[in-house]
């Protein structure tokens, strides 16, 4: 049974999760007397903000105006040699401009130096963490967009210390994580915050890059687009090769961007790179007394039978989740919260691995859903109440038979698992959701891309097969333009009314 505690959090979710749509869809009430922080923007406010974006990526140093030091004694001094040597040392980066300081007031904080946030701006206390929740969707247009705002300003030389960006992120994600309670509370976000800020240790999140990269060679040639579905649904060493080959009678321009993403694809899923990166974490998580067991889950190898490998990395996601949550120290939540997305993409390969079989059983495919229920706690994606309602629906461990309806039942929740994991997204990020989306509808695929880096990826897959399943031991089946399917479920919510296309192919 969900407590009542997970009860309360579900109902705030849907409460925020009710007024974002609203807000995105411009449907909030008119005339308050104070904007709501999910009001959309007004036309007025809209029409000077995408102004001043348009004039920082036309501007060689993009959000900035100048270089300088910021000493430790609170002064600023010019760009020169020791110019802190003697008031007590400092950080070098560049200053804000007018424009940039303007966006800000309006509600956008772009090109943000994290090594200039201070901690009360970072954590925005009075806001629901507003400032905090906006960097990952910063970080989202930064890079789907050829750097955004720093489009021409990414060469701006001195505009930041990759040092400095690195020990000013570790010291906000050091106090940010050692609030055990906050972390329970918004465990997403923080794993998103580990995500977007630098840190010691941390790494670019190679597997979203990658998607970034194919729907930028897709917008440049739309022949690509069958990879581009294949690189963000079911990548495996294999796609490189058909990228390249596929790339051989195309411009330099675009086979040069199509050969960088095989190279990238060989890194993420090409047998060399995953051992690699498991041995690092592995060696990782055994050198620290609070995470030393977990190293055990990573005990196997690429070769390692598939399904193996997914009880190993889901439970690993899963206690992960767990010891964040317990008693540890902050550094060590940096940590397992680093080991969690390396695993989630390590957890995508093995998923595709094993569903290119169209052969699984049903009790294989009960097998591999009920992995994925448990990663998908881990990455964050579902409450512990969702989780446990889940489970308390799963035929139990090696029962003979099971009854068309609990079958039914267990298919029915792993329909709400994506709309579930969406709620959870678009709570996280509400705010922001909304001033950004406004400002670039390109936002409003923030939340798409966050879900295509768990472990959600197979649930589609596994519930359509499962769905086919139970139509034929029923013979219920749904009719949709004259086409019969198995099953159809709407994943968005709302009305949109007008004709139905059905696509023969991904064009």
């Not at 009542?4 to 959090?9: D, K």
């Amino acid at each position: 049974m969900i407590n009542s505690v997970n009860l309360v959090e579900r109902q705030n979710h849907r409460r925020i999760i009710a007024t974002v749509w609203a807000g995105m869809l411009g449907l909030l009430a008119c005339g308050a007397s104070a904007q709501s922080p999910f009001d959309p923007p007004g036309a007025q406010v809209l029409s000077e903000a995408r102004a001043l974006v348009q004039s920082m990526i036309d501007n060689p140093r993009g959000p900035y105006s100048r270089i300088r030091w910021y000493c430790n004694d609170g002064t600023v001094q010019p760009p020169q040699a020791f110019a802190c040597s003697e008031r007590g040392g400092g950080r070098q980066h560049a200053e804000y401009s007018d424009q940039r300081r303007r966006l800000a007031e309006l509600g956008w904080s772009t090109g943000t130096i994290i090594a200039a946030l201070t901690w009360d701006e970072f954590y925005d206390a009075g806001r629901r963490q507003q400032r905090l929740r906006e960097l990952a969707l910063e970080k989202y247009l930064t890079d789907i967009d050829d750097g955004w705002v720093l489009r021409r300003a990414r060469d701006y030389r001195g505009r930041v210390q990759i040092e400095g960006e690195e020990a000013a992120g570790q010291k906000l994600l050091l106090q940010l994580l050692d609030n055990r309670r906050w972390v329970e509370q918004n465990f997403l976000l923080a794993r998103e915050s580990v995500r977007t800020l630098p840190h010691r240790g941390g790494a670019e999140d190679a597997t979203r890059d990658a998607r970034r990269d194919a729907i930028d060679i897709v917008e440049r040639d739309s022949s690509f687009e069958r990879l581009r579905v294949e690189v963000h649904t079911t990548p495996s060493a294999a796609t490189a090769g058909r990228i390249r080959a596929w790339a051989q009678s195309k411009p330099a321009e675009i086979n040069n961007a199509a050969l960088a993403l095989g190279a990238k694809l060989d890194a993420l899923y090409g047998t060399a790179g995953r051992r690699e990166r498991l041995a690092e974490q592995r060696t990782r998580l055994a050198a620290q007394p609070s995470t030393g067991r977990l190293a055990e889950y990573l005990e196997f190898t690429v070769q390692t039978p598939a399904d193996e490998r997914l009880a190993k990395l889901a439970g690993l996601l899963r206690d992960a989740r767990t010891t964040i949550q317990s008693p540890v120290r902050a550094i060590d939540r940096i940590l397992l919260f680093d080991v969690i997305g390396e695993a989630e993409n390590e957890l995508t390969v093995t998923v595709a691995e094993l569903l290119q079989s169209e052969q699984l059983s049903r009790t294989q495919l009960l097998f591999v859903a009920e992995q994925l229920v448990d990663a998908t706690f881990g990455a964050g994606l579902t409450t512990e109440g969702e989780r446990d309602a889940l489970r308390s629906a799963w035929p139990a461990t090696g029962t003979a038979t099971v009854g068309i309806g609990d079958y039914a039942r267990v298919i029915g929740y792993l329909r709400r698992l994506p709309q579930w994991a969406v709620g959870s997204a678009r709570y996280s990020f509400a705010e922001p959701l909304v001033r950004y989306s406004a400002l670039d509808s390109r936002a409003n695929a923030f939340v798409d891309d966050l879900l295509r880096s768990s472990p959600l990826v197979g649930i589609a897959e596994i519930t359509r097969r499962l769905a086919k399943d139970l139509a034929d031991l029923t013979g219920v089946t749904q009719n949709i333009n004259g086409r019969i399917g198995a099953a159809a479920f709407g994943l968005n919510p709302g009305v949109a009314v007008g004709n139905l296309r059905i696509f023969e192919t991904a064009e």
